[in-house]
């Protein structure tokens, strides 16, 4: 985009030398590329908002998926203290 951006600034620069219907013409292109450019900024600010949820979506699976592992180890831990039974001796 930065590489654009100059671009489009060369030819601003290059309008303002030009008059009538060239510039005119020219000027459409430019806006066009402008138009083309910001929906590309609007595809990476949504990019990037992704990336910034997806962190928190994968911590919480995480602590989910942690969780359900815990309780499994939990539950069978009673249970085999429940069907412990007391050493002879």
């Known amino acids: 985009m930065t590489t654009e951006l100059a671009a489009l600034r060369t030819d601003l620069v290059a309008l303002k030398s030009q008059t009538g219907e060239v510039n005119s013409a020219a000027l459409q292109a430019v806006q066009a590329r402008v138009a083309k450019m910001e929906a590309r900024v609007v595809q990476a600010g949504d990019r ?42």
């Open 48 to 89: 990037i908002d992704a990336l910034k949820a997806a962190p928190r979506e994968l911590v919480d699976q995480a602590i989910e998926t942690s969780m359900q592992s815990a309780a499994r180890a939990f539950s069978a831990a009673v249970n085999d203290i429940r069907t412990c039974v007391p050493a002879e001796g």
